[in-house]
């Protein structure tokens, strides 16, 4: 299965391939076409002297410049095509190296690390070889922020049932979630300030005084000045009428230099920016979408409108950047005060449409962020998504359950079955037997489920739950904070969450292990009773047998559960297979043994 998910990507690549090779010849050919039509610009000039006709050499002249402006236009849209092929060639690549080395060329999301979160740090949510790396296809920064929220919070049931559904419609629909993140992966390398930016001037309204009356000047300022230039060749005094509209037009526009100042840091780009995200929006809008979810995301571009808005700002921004050049800037504005003009039609797109170019991102961000979660449906076809499960109590079922970040060479799998029920399971086992390794299997496959996605698992149902974690307890020397103090704020969150979130999930894994041995399971069986007490519901992993033992205190609410080793001629065998009852075997004396301490010779 995997190795033909594989295979149609390389398919995909070659053809993407072909398609390079092909506008780079058309390029070329085409470069070479602009050289001959500068030789022959040359030759007629040659011939127009030698014949003495001037004819000649304009008429060649005219023909030549527009049959090279044209050249230019054409190789320009097959540079754009070669680049777009090019994208999509890197599209698919990733796609293979994400399958067989879980790399990734977009975000890891390190920017949403956060280590007082009630499950991300302890699950590798984000950050490198993490979660976000392994799933994101997000190349704009409003999609990465997009799916964070996904990632860090579970959702509610309609809401992930709708992503699933369009997730399911994404996936079957691969040249066109293709398509797409070709044509976005621009923004994967550009930085976001740009946007940022654009989004800033549109929200900030200018203030330009006598608006009214330069709109309408702006409109006849033109027709005055050609008028007086014109009637100066026939009654040469109206020259200085001529020449004052043209100096009144300069002091007009010098009076309003500080607001063009600021207009003029979104017009290098920004443009051509908005250019390209209005053919994303025409790819979106031209999509057939069954989904409710998709067609709801369409919806909200108002038929094309939304794409027609943001083209229309796209022109006026670039036309407010060809005041870039320095001669081409000096004839418009002396005519037709070109960078006012540009930056008052601004202002009035800014007033009618600012809220739909939001929206247009938005929507962009979103199917990104399905688009993410539709990789794994399409490059783990295996996989499941789970069932929602309605009830006051738990439900977390699941049938050969894996971690999705560990190769499915070495992945274990586990069934597991808490059916509408409220139960703590303790789980114990030797050391690295695989119990740190179940918690945060269904720690992770929870988030992902709960976000919308596939889970690494043949079948799954459960509740919208919330995880808080206890397992990576660490000091911080910047906080004066030592390992205990970390463990008690950790705990102390924990059971507030457990008293006052919805439907707390705890994964704990070995707690209170920065204190003494008999501190330790008195603590920890003070914290289980507390939790029973407020009917907190989850996993606690631990090497502690004692705690094993509040099974039989707590039969109705306790489970036991372990992992264990095979010791075959002083060799350990792991099998990461969870088993019901308590531990009997341990490993660390066999470990330290193989260190060179022996245990047994000490005593």
């Not at 709109?215 to 009654?235: E, N, Q, T, W």
Request: proline content about 2%; glycine content about 4%.
């Amino acid at each position: 299965m995997e190795q033909d998910i594989i295979n149609d990507y390389n398919l995909r690549i070659s053809a993407a391939n072909a398609e390079v090779n092909k506008y780079k010849k058309l390029i070329n050919i085409y470069s070479f076409l602009r050289l001959g039509l500068i030789g022959l610009l040359v030759i007629s000039i040659y011939f127009g002297n030698t014949q003495n006709n001037f004819t000649i050499i304009a008429v060649t002249f005219v023909i030549v410049l527009f049959s090279f402006v044209w050249l230019v236009s054409k190789q320009s849209s097959f540079e754009d095509e070669k680049k777009y092929f090019e994208n999509l060639v890197k599209v698919n690549e990733n796609e293979i190296n994400s399958i067989l080395y879980h790399t990734n060329m977009y975000d890891n999301g390190a920017a949403f690390s956060n280590d007082k979160h009630f499950y991300s740090a302890d699950l590798d949510i984000f950050g490198g070889s993490s979660l976000y790396q392994f799933i994101n296809r997000t190349a704009t920064s409003a999609g990465n922020n997009k799916l964070g929220e996904w990632l860090n919070a579970p959702s509610e049931q309609n809401t992930v049932l709708s992503r699933q559904n369009a997730v399911k419609e994404i996936a079957s629909k691969p040249d066109w979630k293709a398509d797409m993140q070709a044509r976005l992966l621009f923004a994967n390398s550009k930085d976001a300030i740009q946007l940022n930016t654009l989004f800033a001037y549109l929200k900030l309204p200018l203030d330009i005084p006598g608006e009214k009356w330069l709109s309408v000047y702006i409109k006849i300022a033109p027709l005055l000045l050609s008028a007086a230039i014109v009637a100066s060749i026939y009654f040469s005094p109206l020259t200085f009428v001529a020449v004052g509209l043209a100096v009144l037009n300069l002091l007009i526009l010098n009076s309003k230099a500080e607001i063009m100042r600021k207009s003029a840091s979104i017009a290098d780009k920004i443009g051509r920016v908005l250019a390209n995200y209005s053919v994303v929006l025409k790819v979106i809008e031209a999509e057939k979408w069954q989904s409710a979810k998709c067609a709801e995301l369409n919806q909200k571009l108002n038929n094309g409108q939304t794409n027609k808005s943001i083209e229309d700002l796209a022109k006026l921004i670039n036309k407010l950047g060809y005041n870039l050049i320095m001669i081409v800037n000096f004839v418009l504005n002396v005519f037709f005060l070109w960078s006012l003009k540009q930056i008052i039609a601004i202002e009035n797109w800014k007033r009618d449409n600012k809220q739909d170019i939001e929206t247009a991102f938005d929507v962009i961000a979103e199917l990104e962020a399905l688009i993410s979660l539709s990789s794994l449906a399409i490059n783990y076809a295996k996989w499941c998504f789970p069932q929602i499960a309605d009830g006051d109590a738990y439900t977390i079922t699941a049938e050969n359950i894996a971690h999705p970040l560990i190769s499915n060479i070495y992945s274990v799998t586990n069934n597991y079955e808490l059916n509408d029920a409220f139960k703590i399971d303790i789980i114990t086992g030797s050391n690295m037997a695989g119990k740190s390794t179940f918690l945060r299997t269904i720690g992770i496959n929870t988030v992902l489920a709960l976000s919308g996605a596939p889970v690494c698992a043949d079948n799954m149902t459960l509740s919208v739950i919330t995880i808080v974690s206890y397992m990576r307890i660490k000091d911080s020397l910047n906080e004066s904070t030592s390992t205990f103090k970390a463990e008690l704020d950790r705990l102390q969150m924990l059971l507030a969450a457990v008293e006052n979130e919805p439907k707390v999930f705890f994964l704990i894994d070995e707690m209170l292990r920065g204190t003494n041995s008999v501190d330790k399971y008195l603590g920890s069986k003070a914290v289980i009773e507390q939790l029973i007490s407020k009917k907190g519901v989850g996993m606690v992993a631990t090497h502690d047998l004692q705690i094993a033992e509040l099974e039989q205190k707590h039969p109705d609410y306790i489970r036991n559960f372990y992992f264990d080793i095979q010791v075959v001629n002083g060799e350990m065998l792991f099998d990461y297979k969870m088993k019901h009852g308590e531990c009997k075997t341990f490993n660390a004396s066999l470990l330290l043994k193989q260190i060179g301490i022996d245990v047994d010779a000490l005593n």
